[in-house]
């Protein structure tokens, strides 16, 4: 019998990702035929690419003639793209521009994803018409990425997005639901960044916000461009392990408050807070309470209900 396929065709790269995964849920929920590609954990599920081989790009853009590419794959860790310079470059710059000309050849739509890294934190809040000045390798990768994908295709869009969290395979997929064994092993003290100010950021929400970004531009060609988009709750690392401490009522009496600089790793921007009023103009996004959203991204990985996530998983 005739299975009804929606005739809106969506491909996001990145899809095996913890932010690739919510995009390819909510336009597959949402009415669009999506599929998705990814490279090491792709199989079964996803098309296994390899978006440096740009033949294998081009042959699944032709393929699927997409309406519109989510490219959400690169490489996002500022410390593994300090040692690794090189290969950061070939995914977040050669591959984001090549993907972007193969998309304009299909007349796709690309949501290039970009990071609030991109700004040195100084004067904040940051309009999309701010002048970037990326203080780490991952940032000026990210920026030369946009430039890349502008150059190639001036119909794309460009999505800046901060520090993500939501409902991850393992903690250390996200910056933010990385610090929750810390928080719950009490019975020994730990050093908390106190000084860098975070927006964190469900990736329901961004993958929401690709969605109706992607069917405003089906209306509207004019869409196109820069874009900010970002949770409202400002917290650094700390406070963001105290509310997680709060939502599972655990002690937060051993997490110790750190208001130096860093002087390990790659430098952050001490608050690149993103002013996403642009977006909010075009009446689009939602944003999701960090409680709320911390609490159904953690309770799998609750120590004492493990065995939970053998009965629900």
């Known amino acids: 019998e005739d299975v009804d396929i929606p005739s809106r065709r969506v491909l996001i790269t990145g899809a095996t990702g913890l932010l690739g995964r919510a995009v390819f849920k909510e336009f597959s929920e949402n009415n669009w035929n999506a599929v998705g590609c990814g490279y090491r954990r792709a199989r079964p599920r996803f098309e296994q690419v390899n978006l440096l081989d740009s033949i294998a790009v081009h042959d699944i853009i032709h393929d699927f003639q997409p309406h519109v590419i989510v490219h959400c794959a690169a490489e996002r860790r500022p410390d593994v793209v300090e040692s690794h310079p090189e290969a950061a470059a070939e995914l977040n710059v050669a ?41 780490n390798l991952y940032g000026k990768t990210k920026l030369e990425g946009e430039k890349a994908v502008l150059e190639n295709n001036e119909g794309a869009a460009i999505l800046r997005i901060p520090v993500l969290y939501g409902e991850v395979e393992r903690l250390e997929e996200s910056a933010v639901t990385v610090m929750f064994d810390k928080v719950q092993f009490s019975n020994k003290s730990a050093n908390m960044d106190h000084w860098q100010q975070r927006f964190p950021t469900n990736v329901k929400d961004v993958a929401t916000v690709c969605r109706e970004l992607a069917e405003k531009r089906m209306l509207d060609p004019s869409v196109k461009g820069t874009f900010h988009w970002s949770g409202n709750e400002q917290m650094t690392k700390y406070e963001m392990a105290c509310a997680i401490a709060d939502a599972f009522n655990l002690p937060s009496s051993h997490l110790r408050p750190i208001t130096d600089c860093p002087v390990v790793g790659a430098l952050r921007p001490r608050n ?8 909010e103009m075009l009446g689009i996004g939602q944003r999701t309470p960090f409680r709320a959203g911390i609490k159904e991204s953690l309770w799998p990985f609750l120590v004492d209900k493990r065995w939970r996530q053998t009965v629900f998983h």
């Open 95 to 135: 591959a984001s521009g090549n993907l972007a000309k193969e998309a304009a050849a299909v007349g796709a739509f690309l949501i290039y994803i970009s990071t609030d890294y991109v700004f040195d934190g100084t004067s904040p809040p940051y309009k999309e018409t701010d002048v970037p000045n990326p203080l």
């Open 272 to 279: 690149a807070q993103l002013d996403c009023s642009k977006l």
